[in-house]
């Protein structure tokens, strides 16, 4: 097996492993025992992968094998019935399920999702240029609009809307009952033969199903009405229901697939928006050159479109950047596992293990990415290495990878762009008038973790730009009028 620390009888090496933030424990690993570690957690393998190379070496190259996921008892098989195909292992429901995801999101299709984006784009300047305190709260908001647009054809004003709350409640719950070591039954899985009156883990988890499926079924019930009356506009949904006869879904299945987006798609786009201001409020010099380019590109009279991508490399090269210099998906999203036997490098891997593509040891690698810790957009413009240019790497490997990346990279363009061309990100001042930068490294903890909460200042770069987002915004709310 790959080397690994020493671990004790029947725990293994859970004794070892932080309650918080495990993915720098496993980076350090990597760094002593080499790009592939193997622990065990009680009796399950465990394979941490700490390079890209290795990544793809195994997740993509052999990825017929390696693009399982582990048991989820209570999280994926009591509380979501199977249905929820993140946690769904490499079977014929998650390929029905992917189909679902892959159709709707697609690079081709994901254009057509531009023009949304765009417009949730202008409203969020325009709350960011009259609220700049509450910056992070509409980056919540237009990252939350966009998934249930673009899902059920619906935006969204607030993130304190009914939709989002109940959706963000069921994904803390999800996220609870995923804790490793909270429930017994993970470990000793022959629990599940006791008579079902016994089994004293189910209730709560059964309990919370019934109100996720009445909550799912709603939102599908609600397009199929708005299908009938011909008010709905394209989205996930209606398509996927369209689709419905030739799929062999079930309302059920369908309303646990298209409700993918919101525990995937918004604390990740959302909180990737969150890296890039605390990036530039640490490395100014690169949002003066961003700025420059945009000045050249786009000038002060018009914002920055989906069109202008092309002319914009740096803009890109730090949207890169941003992903790689803190991933907020950590471990590298839902931990994959092996169906078969299979040797790398002289090294034995057993069927079944788990395997963790650590994406935050792996964007620290200084041999692909020397002086990680500094934010370098540069390094995505000077490199001759293929998978560097076009930067899939935060976004996962082979079967599993990320199916909204496309939407994601969009999101993140348009934004990004957007807020460089409008603000000058600054420092907090205190009351005595000096600079407050928050810490680079304060991030939550959990299954993607983001920066905790930082106050600055959002300052419009000039009256041109501030008037220009006022009209561009009262354009914007007219078109969205078909969105709720
Ligand atoms: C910056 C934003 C995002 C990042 C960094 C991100 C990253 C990831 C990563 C690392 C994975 C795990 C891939 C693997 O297992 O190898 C993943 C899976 C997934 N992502 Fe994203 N994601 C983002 C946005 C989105 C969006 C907008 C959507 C939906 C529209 C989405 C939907 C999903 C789904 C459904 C999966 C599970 C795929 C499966 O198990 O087959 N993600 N994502």
Redesign the pocket.
């Known amino acids: 097996m790959p080397p690994g620390p020493l671990g004790i009888p029947i725990v293994g090496n859970r004794h070892q492993l932080p309650a918080i933030k495990p993915w720098r424990k496993f980076a350090e690993w990597n760094k002593q025992y080499g790009p592939v570690v193997s622990i065990f957690l009680g009796s399950t393998p465990v394979i941490i992968l700490g390079t890209a190379r290795a990544a793809w070496d195994l997740?993509e190259k052999r990825s017929e094998i390696y693009?399982s996921?582990p048991r989820f008892i209570v999280a994926g098989e009591i509380l979501s019935d199977n249905k929820r195909?993140?946690?769904?292992p490499n079977n014929d429901h998650?390929r029905k399920?992917?189909k679902v995801?892959h159709s709707?999101?697609h690079a081709r299709q994901a254009e057509t999702y531009k023009e949304i984006q765009s417009l949730e784009s202008k409203v969020a300047l325009q709350q960011i240029l009259n609220d700049p305190r509450r910056y992070e709260k509409h980056l919540q908001r237009y990252?939350a609009s966009?998934?249930t647009s673009?899902?059920y054809g619906r935006r969204v004003d607030s993130v304190d809307e009914w939709i989002v709350k109940e959706n963000m409640d069921a994904m803390d719950y999800l996220t609870s009952a995923n804790i490793p070591g909270k429930y017994l039954v993970e470990s000793w899985p022959w629990l599940l033969k006791l008579p079902r009156a016994l089994q004293w883990f189910r209730r709560e988890p059964e309990e919370r199903r019934k109100r996720d499926i009445n909550f799912l079924m709603h939102l599908f019930n609600d397009v199929k009405t708005r299908m009938q009356n011909g008010t709905i506009p394209d989205c996930l949904t209606s398509q996927t229901i369209s689709n419905q006869a030739r799929s062999g879904l079930t309302d059920l299945e369908v309303a646990y697939a298209v409700s993918?987006?919101f525990?995937?798609?918004?604390e990740?786009?959302a909180?990737?928006l969150t890296v890039f201001v605390l990036a530039m409020l640490h490395f100014p010099s690169v949002m003066r050159k961003a700025q420059e380019e945009l000045d050249r590109v786009v000038g002060f009279d018009r914002m920055p479109e989906f069109g202008d991508q092309e002319s914009l490399p740096y803009i890109n090269a730090v949207v890169n950047e941003t992903?790689r210099w803190r991933?907020?998906?950590v471990l590298?999203?839902?931990?994959?596992a092996v169906t078969a036997d299979d040797a790398y490098n002289n090294m034995y891997i057993p069927k079944g293990s788990t395997i963790f593509?650590n994406?935050w040891g792996i964007m620290r690698d200084p041999v692909m990415f020397p002086s990680p810790d500094d934010f370098q957009p540069e390094r995505f413009l000077e490199t001759s290495e293929p998978r560097l240019k076009t930067f899939e790497l935060?976004?996962?490997?082979?079967?599993?990878?990320?199916?909204?990346?496309h939407?994601?990279?969009n999101?993140?363009f348009v934004n990004v762009s957007r807020i460089l061309w409008a603000f000058d990100i600054l420092p907090a001042v205190d009351h005595g008038g000096n600079e407050v930068k928050p810490d680079p490294w304060n991030f939550t903890d959990g299954f993607n973790s983001r920066p905790v909460s930082f106050d600055c200042r959002l300052v419009p770069r000039n009256g041109r730009i501030a008037a220009c987002i006022e009209e561009e915004y009262k354009a914007a709310m007219t078109r969205l009028d078909g969105w709720r």
Request: proline residues 9%.
């Open positions: 997740l693009s996921r195909g993140l946690m769904l998650w399920w992917r995801l709707g999101f990252a966009v998934v673009v899902t993918s987006p525990g995937a798609g918004i990740t786009t909180g990737t992903l991933p907020v998906a590298g999203g839902t931990p994959h593509a994406l935060p976004f996962g490997f082979g079967r599993r990878i990320c199916p909204g990346m939407l994601a990279l999101s993140l």
